[in-house]
């Protein structure tokens, strides 16, 4: 359209966009294409989108305010060679960030899973204590009230490690 500045163009078309002469029309007027233009007013102009899969992520500029500069088809194919090591460098980059995000979150993962199995080693300890403590306690008496004593505490305990296992064991089905 009439109103689209030589930055939108290049990125709708996802191709460089040569101006050898620079006027008012084509140059942004208003945004930050407009300020860009107001600090740096340019004679000649290409843009370059920048290209990642098939999306563009932005445009790369080159402008000479003192003169008009004239490029050749094979001269806008040169730089289009240097354009697409700049877009290798930011996927790269990109995909390093996120490696490194993956890492972090792998780690947060591996020190919840240590904090989980410390506690859970706890939670399986104390009923199993209890459950030997009693049963040695139970093989040596001779009093039937505290054997019967016993065998409650016992079943209590056993039911405290069982609701633990359980608990494990939903948890490993949400994992």
Do not use: C, W
Not at 10 to 16: A, T
Not at 125 to 137: F, W
């Amino acid at each position: 359209s009439h109103t689209d500045n030589v930055f939108i163009i290049s990125l709708k078309s996802k191709k460089p966009l040569y101006l050898n002469y620079v006027d008012g029309v084509e140059a942004p007027q208003d945004g930050l294409g407009g300020e860009l233009m107001k600090l740096l007013p340019a004679k000649s102009l290409i843009a370059f989108p920048l290209i990642i899969g098939n999306k563009a992520i932005g445009v790369l500029t080159f402008v000479d305010i003192n003169k008009h500069f004239h490029l050749e088809e094979k001269d806008i194919e040169h730089m289009g060679q240097y354009v697409t090591y700049i877009v290798s460098a930011i996927r790269n980059a990109k995909n390093y960030k996120e490696i490194q995000e993956a890492n972090i979150a792998a780690n947060n993962a591996n020190k919840a899973k240590s904090q989980f199995l410390a506690n859970m080693s706890h939670e399986l300890r104390t009923p199993i204590n209890g459950i030997l403590g009693l049963a040695q306690l139970g093989k040596k008496s001779e009093d039937q009230k505290s054997i019967q004593q016993y065998l409650d505490k016992l079943i209590t305990s056993s039911h405290i490690l069982l609701t633990v296992v359980n608990d494990i064991l939903d948890f490993s089905k949400l994992d």
